[in-house]
């Protein structure tokens, strides 16, 4: 991640990460690149392998639609992280 980038714990199992001056297929690679890393990691307690993989929604908030603010970009992010889930899970959607 670089500097002006923000990763945060949004609630629950949900995170965030905030890209400014980020293209959306960039934040989509990112995804795509989170995705693939923790489908790839052996996750393991006691000696038992759990599986784990994550579903990711991805949004972009274009300077047009300034006036609904964050509040926008983040129920548009949501909205695509349920997407993913229904559709299977382990999948980015944007």
Same mark, same amino acid.
């Given at each position: @991640? &670089? &500097?002006?980038?923000? /990763? #945060?714990?949004?609630?629950?199992?949900?995170?965030?990460? =905030? @890209?400014?001056?980020?293209?959306?297929?960039? #934040?989509?690679?990112? +995804?795509?690149?989170? !995705?693939? &890393?923790?489908? *790839?990691?052996? /996750? $393991? /307690?006691?000696?038992?392998?759990?599986?784990?993989?994550?579903?990711?929604?991805?949004?972009?908030?274009? =300077?047009? #639609?300034? $006036?609904?603010?964050?509040?926008?970009?983040? +129920?548009? +992010?949501? *909205?695509?992280?349920?997407? *993913?889930?229904?559709?299977?899970?382990? !999948?980015?959607?944007?």
């Amino acid at each position: @991640m &670089r &500097r002006e980038e923000i /990763f #945060a714990h949004y609630g629950g199992e949900e995170f965030a990460i =905030l @890209m400014p001056e980020t293209t959306l297929e960039g #934040a989509v690679s990112l +995804a795509e690149n989170v !995705r693939g &890393r923790v489908a *790839a990691h052996r /996750f $393991e /307690f006691q000696g038992v392998h759990i599986p784990v993989t994550v579903s990711l929604g991805v949004a972009e908030l274009s =300077l047009g #639609a300034a $006036e609904g603010g964050s509040n926008d970009l983040v +129920a548009l +992010a949501d *909205a695509k992280l349920y997407e *993913a889930k229904r559709g299977g899970r382990n !999948r980015v959607c944007s």
